[in-house]
């Protein structure tokens, strides 16, 4: 089982819909949380941290459930240029340092 | 302002050459990370730089040879590299290695190519 799992969709929506994506992780010494935009071809860009009160950016919208070890990014009224591939990312002690763990990614593609 | 630069964009080597990566930022950032993505995959980690001191290598294998030569630079050096180390190599970079919440912000890339 991967450490961080998210569904590799594709999600094909049209313009202007909402669209929420998953995410699990199974290492509860997780201490943080981002979601990453990747474009095809080009590196992982930040999106946003993930906060257990959730947070708000814009149209985004990112929720964090300790818990049940879920996280969570709504994205409203869709635009074309929101199609990438969205990572979901945990941050924990990896021995010496803070290390990054990737989910897979899922598709997002965005319809005219 | 929140870049990292890499050079080269694009690399072709032989498998008996000698290459370098270079990434570099000027955010104060004191860890820098490789990483390495295949098509369809995510990135995964190579190594990791606290405060210049190498603090994680994930197993790499030796051919891949990085160095730390200030808090503003990482270079990773390749020798005698094999066709599957064709990849997007990443760089990154933190402001605190030690703090959970530290963003890490990715450097554009190069495209390494291994023939």
């Known amino acids: 089982r991967k450490e961080v799992e998210q569904d590799p969709g594709p999600f094909n929506v049209p313009e202007g819909a909402t669209v929420a994506f998953n995410c699990t992780y199974s290492?509860?010494?997780?201490?943080?949380f981002f979601w990453y935009r990747q474009d095809c071809r080009k590196e992982p860009k930040l999106l946003m941290s993930v906060y257990s009160s959730g947070n708000e950016d814009g149209r985004f919208t990112a929720q964090l459930n300790r818990a049940s070890q879920y996280i969570s990014l709504l994205i409203r009224d869709s635009k074309l240029s929101d199609s990438a591939t969205y990572l979901c990312?945990?941050?924990?002690?990896?021995?010496?340092?803070?290390?990054?763990?990737f989910g897979t990614g899922t598709l997002l593609a965005v319809q005219p | 302002d929140t870049e990292v630069t890499q050079t080269p964009k694009h690399l072709v080597m032989g498998m008996t050459n000698k290459k370098s990566l270079k990434c570099e930022q000027h955010?104060?950032?004191?860890?820098m990370y490789w990483y390495k993505q295949k098509a369809k995959k995510p990135p995964e980690l190579m190594f990791v730089y606290s405060y210049e001191k190498l603090s994680i290598n994930e197993s790499v294998p030796s051919r891949f040879s990085p160095e730390c030569p200030n808090s503003s630079l990482l270079n990773l050096h390749l020798h005698a590299l094999q066709p599957e180390d064709s990849a997007l190599y990443l760089c990154a970079s933190s402001q605190d290695p030690g703090l959970a919440g530290s963003e890490q912000y990715f450097g554009p890339g190069t495209r390494l190519t291994v023939t």
């Open positions: 290492n509860s010494a997780s201490q943080s």
């Open positions: 955010m104060g950032h004191r860890a």
């Open positions: 990312v945990v941050s924990r002690y990896g021995g010496a340092t803070n290390k990054l763990i």
